[in-house]
């Protein structure tokens, strides 16, 4: 057959080009296929218009080879995909005659219906198709460049006329030999011709892979591999086997029986659900892969198998693949092969050839399937046996992420961590439906043991197992794990009656035992943090001074630790902007410090190397005794490492404890200043147990941590009525072991200086707490004197604002107005000019001051100072908050004064509603109940009634029932109740 194109050879390109348009191409290729065809098959082949109608017409219950579609479909079905971007080409480029295109659909559909009445004609037919279309060129490729370029279009029209030619002359050929055409021998001619056919569309394609080069069009030339094995895995199928390539029925091998007590993993198997579902409505040549990747325990097996149970009407072919070892791989997958073999195939008997014809089925049948590679340990170990082609989906299960990680280049990953607690507490009440319980409420206890799980499977099946063999209650089995969870980790006998074989315990030693002496004692020093989030900083900002971790300063070393850990699923690594943390699973946590307590020394000397690093990060109390506002950002994100460490330091009260590190009472200390600061709730519960520590760590009776910590205990004791006197003691004390320390300093520093002037302040206010009013004025007055020689206000601003302000609370005590407003202006100034206005001191000293206000008739500045001071504290400190609490309170009582009732009676509302919720807050909840009843008994008796009953039941709780019985109900009474701080 001439082209359309003259012989290259013989004539310059350029001459031909410009000699041929192709219009007049299109308009000769159409008259030599109308040539070819005759008039009535022409008109045959144009009413095929599209691959819909050419696939319709094939499968049509009259048509001949639809009794052959079963048999023949896939590979039909593959031609069909191939010509539907030769067809977009012609479409693309000759818009004008779109009918041109109709022939190759119709030339397929009428050459396979006339094959398909006689016997293996349609195969052979099919076959021959399918070579023909493999050997074109990539249209999709040269897509965007055909309607621009001329010499691409030549040669696409050379290869549409080769096709088109082909199928008129294989018509021809079986509608000339209805007699003999089963005779083989009379097939060399129409082979001859598609050989040539073949040859002609090769050469035609290296020409436009050649005209594109010299376009310098981008194009990739190489055909995809997977199209071109799925191919010659069907050649090699057939005959004898395409009769297997679509089963007839749902095949199954899967060893493992449905759970059908399964709970929970909704979010995750719909995201296996949509993954897969995605993926196949993309239409992807490659099979779609899903990892689930956890701790062992964690459900993925069950997770897995769900899945497949589930969406088992979605899949023809659903098989579950041991990965335990590579010989229990290879014996499940050729299972697979000799469930889909005939009884009489090789593949019965040769392991090989049945995990050949595994693969080769999985790779060609357009049949859906399921495939699951459960406790994979090694991505190289599955690799040979995974589907780089074929319809289907694949969910492997693995404990280790450096084998999920290799498979992420073509599948998604899912990290499987606890249950949902509603999720987890359906699962223990599947276990013992009527748990026994007793002391904490029901809910609550269990919500709090599944927390300590953090919700993994295991460990709430063991758990469940456990209640039921020994009939104890949820309060005995949580005190069991408060105090020997090392037992219940190892308890055999509780998983007898599980489906799952192993501990908690073996669960995570089978990780842990694969890490370096360094990487699992590393993983003890994380484990005493709070491992929700382990910020990276914590851990490589002071190893240089840890012994142990120093190698973590090296960056190469941290990441190769973090590493192994991550490969192990020990942590997982998050990525929050630039900074890296560490997650830990609860479970892990406790086996990690299990390991630790199983060698005392070692666990004594992680505790002492955690509270090192964290010291290091901690902010520290100003050593000017300046206030810490500016760095309570910083203090909150390491609270809760300092929450862990401290829970997990327990030291007995009272008693020297030579284990205990130094860095943990520096830490406390510390803590408990900003905890005073900031007003935390429990910060008094947590100063007192500080105490203790330094106690424990003290460096002789000069200690100055121990009286830093005295001085925070004295300061949180002085704002409750009953802790008073103990405040001011507590202030003394830290006055005592400040002069012990002066008196054995030789040359005190600036900073050992004013915080000897601090001290005599602060043993001032105790004495102004306790109304001790001249000794109050000297210990202020000797302190302010001393700050003197060491600076002025100019230099020392919050110092001296420190002062003034408590001079300004002893002439407010003695109803010296003037001057307490001159003392607190001053102080105010003072503290806002240098720490500024969101400062908690400075809040503290503009209050004072807008209440002087207030009492010197100046109401309008009172209240722009009240509500700007109210403002600051429910941005800074919180809606909750103790300070934020009293400034509601003063601005009822300015309400009050100005007769704004309602905003006086909602204001102290609000402050109720906070005193409410911070511990110790009786006095402060007494005076303004007493405040509510004055401001509602002449309009709503009852209520007033109520809180009247409320403020006596708050003051008998402070002052005992004998002298409530001897108080009178006035103001003055209910504020004597009140330290000043919290007036």
């Given at each position: 057959m001439a082209q359309i194109l003259p012989n290259t050879q013989a004539h310059s390109p350029g001459l031909q080009m410009q000699a041929y348009s192709p219009q007049k191409a299109w308009e000769t290729a159409v008259k030599r296929a109308r040539r070819e065809l005759k008039p009535k098959s022409f008109a045959t082949l144009l009413r095929v218009a599209n691959y819909e109608t050419c696939l319709s017409e094939l499968q049509a219950r009259n048509n001949a080879f639809a009794a052959k579609w079963p048999r023949?479909?896939?590979?039909?079905?593959?031609?069909?995909?191939?010509?539907?971007?030769?067809?977009?080409?012609?479409?693309?480029?000759?818009?004008?005659?779109?009918?041109?295109?109709?022939?190759?659909?119709?030339g397929v559909q009428i050459v396979l219906t006339v094959a398909a009445k006689y016997r293996d004609c349609a195969r052979r037919m099919s076959d021959m198709f399918e070579q023909l279309s493999l050997s074109m060129p990539r249209f999709e490729d040269y897509m965007r460049y055909f309607p621009t370029n001329d010499r691409l279009q030549l040669r696409l029209i050379s290869v549409f006329e080769i096709f088109v030619i082909f199928c008129a002359r294989a018509f021809k050929?079986?509608?000339?030999r209805l007699l003999t055409a089963i005779a083989w021998a009379t097939w060399s001619s129409l082979d001859q011709k598609l050989t040539k056919a073949v040859e002609q569309i090769k050469e035609i394609k290296g020409e436009m892979e050649n005209e594109a080069r010299a376009a310098n069009i981008g194009i990739g030339f190489e055909r995809e591999?997977?199209?071109?094995?799925?191919?010659?895995?069907?050649?090699?199928?057939?005959?004898?086997?395409?009769n297997r390539v679509r089963l007839v029925e749902s095949t199954v091998l899967v060893t493992e029986t449905r759970n059908g007590a399964f709970i929970g993993r909704a979010n995750e198997l719909k995201i296996l659900f949509d993954y897969f579902s995605s993926s196949q409505a993309e239409g992807k040549a490659e099979p779609c892969v899903v990892t689930i990747c956890g701790l062992g325990g964690a459900g993925k097996t069950q997770l897995a198998l769900e899945y497949l149970y589930q969406n088992k009407l979605d899949y023809r072919g659903r098989f579950w693949i041991r990965a335990e070892s590579q010989e229990i791989i290879q014996h499940d997958f050729a299972m697979i092969g000799r469930l889909l073999s005939m009884p009489n195939d090789a593949v019965v008997t040769d392991l090989k050839k049945a995990v050949q014809m595994a693969s080769d089925w999985l790779t060609t049948t357009d049949d859906k399937w399921l495939l699951v590679f459960d406790n994979v340990d090694n991505a190289a170990d599955i690799?040979?046996?995974?589907?780089?082609?074929?319809?289907?989906?694949?969910?492997?299960?693995?404990?280790?992420?450096?084998?999920?990680?290799?498979?992420?280049?073509?599948?998604?990953?899912?990290?499987?961590?606890?249950?949902?607690?509603?999720?987890?507490?359906?699962?223990?009440?599947?276990?013992?439906?009527?748990?026994?319980?007793?002391?904490?409420p029901h809910?609550?206890?269990?919500?709090?043991?599944?927390?300590?799980?953090?919700?993994?499977?295991?460990?709430?099946?063991?758990?469940?197992?456990?209640?039921?063999?020994?009939?104890?209650?949820?309060?005995?089995?949580?005190?069991?794990?408060?105090?020997?969870?090392?037992?219940?980790?190892?308890?055999?006998?509780?998983?007898?009656?599980?489906?799952?074989?192993?501990?908690?315990?073996?669960?995570?030693?089978?990780?842990?035992?694969?890490?370096?002496?360094?990487?699992?004692?590393l993983l003890g020093v994380i484990a005493l943090f709070q491992i929700d989030e382990v910020q990276e900083e914590l851990i490589t900002h002071g190893c240089r001074s840890v012994a142990r971790l120093q190698h973590l300063d090296d960056a190469w070393n941290w990441n190769s630790a973090i590493r192994d850990l991550s490969k192990h699923m020990l942590v997982t690594v998050m990525q929050k902007k630039s900074q890296r943390s560490l997650h830990m699973h609860r479970v892990l946590k406790r086996r990690a410090l299990h390991v630790l307590e199983a060698e005392p020394a070692r666990r004594t000397q992680a505790f002492r190397d955690a509270a090192i690093l964290l010291n290091a990060v901690f902010p520290k109390r100003p050593s000017d005794g300046g206030t810490m506002t500016k760095l309570w950002g910083l203090c909150e994100m390491w609270l809760p490492h300092v929450l862990s460490l401290r829970g997990a330091s327990v030291p007995s009260k009272g008693q020297p404890n030579e284990d205990t590190p130094r860095e943990l009472a520096e830490i406390l200390c510390n803590c408990s200043w900003y905890m005073w600061e900031r007003g935390t709730q429990h910060a008094f519960e947590f100063a007192a147990h500080a105490l203790d520590v330094c106690k424990q760590t003290q460096h002789g009776d000069d200690d100055t941590l121990l009286?830093?910590?005295?001085?925070?205990?004295?300061?949180?004791?002085?704002?409750?009525?009953?802790?008073?006197?103990?405040?001011?003691?507590?202030?003394?004390?830290?006055?005592?072991?400040?002069?012990?320390?002066?008196?054995?300093?030789?040359?005190?520093?600036?900073?050992?200086?004013?915080?000897?002037?601090?001290?005599y302040n602060n043993a001032?206010?105790?004495?102004?707490?306790?109304?001790?009013?001249?000794?109050?004025?000297?210990?202020?007055?000797?302190?302010?004197?001393?700050?003197?020689?060491?600076?002025?206000?100019?230099?020392?601003?919050?110092?001296?604002?420190?002062?003034?302000?408590?001079?300004?609370?002893?002439?407010?005590?003695?109803?010296?107005?003037?001057?307490?407003?001159?003392?607190?202006?001053?102080?105010?100034?003072?503290?806002?000019?240098?720490?500024?206005?969101?400062?908690?001191?400075?809040?503290?000293?503009?209050?004072?001051?807008?209440?002087?206000?207030?009492?010197?008739?100046?109401?309008?500045?009172?209240?722009?100072?009240?509500?700007?001071?109210?403002?600051?504290?429910?941005?800074?400190?919180?809606?909750?908050?103790?300070?934020?609490?009293?400034?509601?309170?003063?601005l009822s009582c300015l309400y009050q004064k100005r007769e704004?009732?309602?905003?006086?009676?909602?204001?102290?509302?609000?402050?109720?509603?906070?005193?409410?919720?911070?511990?110790?807050?009786?006095?402060?909840?007494?005076?303004?109940?007493?405040?509510?009843?004055?401001?509602?008994?002449?309009?709503?008796?009852?209520?007033?009634?109520?809180?009247?009953?409320?403020?006596?039941?708050?003051?008998?709780?402070?002052?005992?029932?004998?002298?409530?019985?001897?108080?009178?109900?006035?103001?003055?009474?209910?504020?004597?109740?009140?330290s000043y701080y919290n007036r």
């Open positions: 023949l479909g896939p590979v039909v079905g593959r031609v069909l995909d191939l010509l539907k971007t030769f067809d977009v080409a012609i479409s693309t480029c000759c818009q004008s005659h779109p009918e041109i295109a109709c022939l190759v659909w119709g050929f079986l509608s000339s591999t997977a199209a071109k094995k799925r191919h010659q895995d069907v050649m090699a199928l057939l005959p004898a086997a395409v690799r040979e046996y995974l589907p780089t082609v074929g319809r289907g989906s694949v969910v492997v299960t693995t404990q280790d992420r450096d084998t999920a990680d290799r498979l992420s280049q073509w599948s998604k990953i899912v990290l499987l961590e606890g249950m949902q607690k509603t999720d987890a507490a359906a699962l223990l009440q599947q276990i013992m439906p009527d748990i026994p319980h007793e002391g904490m809910d609550n206890l269990e919500a709090t043991i599944i927390d300590e799980f953090g919700g993994l499977p295991l460990a709430i099946c063991q758990m469940g197992s456990y209640i039921r063999q020994t009939q104890c209650t949820l309060s005995q089995f949580y005190d069991i794990l408060q105090s020997r969870s090392d037992r219940f980790y190892c308890d055999t006998a509780s998983i007898a009656t599980l489906s799952y074989t192993k501990t908690l315990a073996q669960c995570c030693d089978m990780s842990i035992e694969l890490l370096s002496e360094d990487e699992r004692y009286s830093d910590m005295y001085t925070v205990v004295g300061a949180l004791k002085m704002v409750s009525f009953q802790s008073q006197r103990e405040g001011a003691d507590a202030f003394q004390e830290a006055l005592r072991i400040r002069e012990r320390y002066m008196e054995k300093t030789d040359s005190p520093s600036l900073d050992e200086r004013r915080l000897m002037a601090n001290s001032g206010v105790g004495r102004l707490i306790l109304r001790e009013y001249p000794e109050a004025t000297r210990l202020i007055q000797k302190s302010l004197a001393l700050k003197l020689t060491l600076g002025n206000e100019a230099t020392m601003p919050y110092d001296f604002a420190v002062s003034f302000y408590n001079l300004c609370r002893i002439d407010m005590e003695q109803g010296q107005v003037e001057e307490a407003k001159e003392h607190c202006k001053k102080a105010l100034d003072l503290a806002e000019a240098c720490n500024g206005p969101d400062d908690y001191r400075t809040n503290q000293f503009r209050f004072t001051y807008a209440d002087l206000l207030v009492e010197s008739g100046e109401w309008e500045d009172a209240f722009a100072l009240h509500k700007q001071t109210l403002d600051i504290r429910t941005r800074v400190m919180g809606n909750e908050n103790n300070d934020t609490a009293v400034s509601y309170y003063g704004e009732f309602a905003n006086a009676l909602t204001s102290i509302e609000n402050a109720i509603k906070i005193f409410e919720k911070v511990p110790g807050a009786e006095d402060r909840l007494a005076r303004s109940y007493f405040r509510k009843y004055l401001l509602m008994k002449t309009s709503q008796e009852d209520e007033a009634s109520k809180a009247l009953s409320a403020a006596k039941r708050y003051r008998k709780i402070l002052v005992g029932e004998e002298q409530d019985s001897k108080d009178t109900d006035t103001m003055e009474d209910y504020n004597l109740l009140v």
